[in-house]
């Protein structure tokens, strides 16, 4: 068993919040570049370029690695309700299917501008390819089972080097579990053309981020800690970057099956990223005040909200729009999106918490004497 009865940093990290808040951020850029605009928009123009770099790691693989660090800072992370969250988030992720692809393609299809498919068909390549929020779902049903039995910060590391082992054998065999019964339980843990967000492929971030999380919690001097951090990380990536340029080592950015399917060498490198990129926000972040931090808490706080809402809009645009944006549409739809998410996120979570608020302080019926 873990052992983090010396919390020393416990509390709100400023620096954790910046990066979660500029995830989810980089996550709605990035999904709103790759589904609406046009070629020259997502390759050639700077925007698109420095969107798609900061939609990689910056985006999902920092998102989840955040998950594992908040369980150890949670105090809601018993097996019992990491399996309800989990359960919930894998159900959510399905639904977010329903109304942002198989509704609008039905409609499409309905209204011509899609080819005429089966019904049957159309709902099957719509529903089941896995999202982030399923992968999510899963990777708290593993921290339910893995803290219900106790494991240690050894069993973690075995787990996963485990896991990156099966993973990199497994991947070349997807294809032949692609048979249309099975492809979508498949895709949750291989993946496949279904899957962008495999288990046992990213199931290293959370992991690392839970491990991350027991040494922050327990240390005293933040500052040597993420000096230390960056120090360690900088030198190995810079000669990474050096091996990527001269001897061609992948960086997951080659492709989109690349990202989304990657294996042991960019799982590691990723981390490390991580862990860079985290030391450098929070020395950021200590001097982050006003509206930027007010704003990257407000996002930080309402991240899974903001992912759901911004799809439905995607969804929506799927019927309403028929080509290929430009440049100046692409960054004006993108605000106006972002903004409408954010805003519907607050109000939603406000909503149900004023509910939550007055069913607790209704009353009891008083029993007949």
Not at 119 to 140: H, K
Not at 206 to 235: D, M
Not at 264 to 287: A, E, P, Q, R
Request: aromatic share 18%; proline share 4%.
């Amino acid at each position: 068993m873990i052992d983090v009865s010396n919390k020393k940093n416990v509390g709100r990290q400023n620096e954790l919040d910046v990066a979660r808040g500029l995830a989810v951020i980089f996550m709605v850029l990035i999904h709103m570049l790759l589904e609406l605009s046009n070629r020259s928009t997502q390759e050639e123009s700077i925007y698109g370029i420095l969107t798609q770099l900061l939609g990689g790691v910056p985006a999902a693989p920092v998102f989840m690695f955040l998950l594992g660090v908040g369980i150890i800072y949670s105090r809601k992370n018993t097996p019992g309700l990491l399996v309800k969250r989990g359960l919930t988030l894998v159900a959510a992720g399905y639904i977010l299917n329903l109304f942002r692809s198989v509704i609008p393609a039905w409609i499409n299809t309905f209204l011509g501008f899609e080819s005429p498919v089966a019904v049957s068909n159309l709902v099957y390549e719509n529903l089941f390819y896995i999202d982030i929020l399923q992968f999510a779902g899963l990777a708290m049903l593993f921290f339910a089972v893995s803290l219900y039995f106790n494991f240690s910060i050894r069993e973690y590391m075995l787990v996963l080097l485990l896991f990156m082992i099966f993973n990199l054998f497994m991947l070349p065999y997807i294809p032949y579990y692609e048979a249309t019964a099975v492809a979508p339980f498949t895709a949750l843990l291989f993946g496949n053309d279904f899957s962008y967000f495999p288990f046992f492929t990213w199931i290293a971030y959370p992991i690392g981020g839970y491990l991350f999380g027991t040494y922050l919690i327990q240390t005293g001097n933040k500052f040597e800690f993420y000096k230390r951090v960056f120090k360690v990380t900088s030198i190995i990536l810079v000669a990474y970057s050096v091996c990527v340029v001269l001897f061609n080592f992948p960086t997951g950015y080659e492709s989109d099956s690349s990202y989304y399917h990657h294996t042991i060498i960019v799982n590691l490198v990723y981390i490390l990223f991580i862990l860079f990129w985290i030391s450098i926000l929070y020395f950021i972040s200590n001097k982050l005040h006003g509206l930027g931090w007010t704003f990257l808490k407000s996002a930080s706080a309402l991240t899974t909200e903001i992912y759901f809402i911004h799809f439905l809009f995607i969804g929506l645009y799927a019927v309403l729009i028929h080509q290929k944006l430009g440049l100046g549409s692409t960054l004006l739809l993108t605000v106006l999106t972002y903004v409408f998410s954010h805003y519907m996120a607050y109000l939603f979570v406000k909503l149900k918490a004023n509910k939550i608020n007055h069913r607790q302080e209704r009353p009891p019926l008083k029993e007949n004497s």
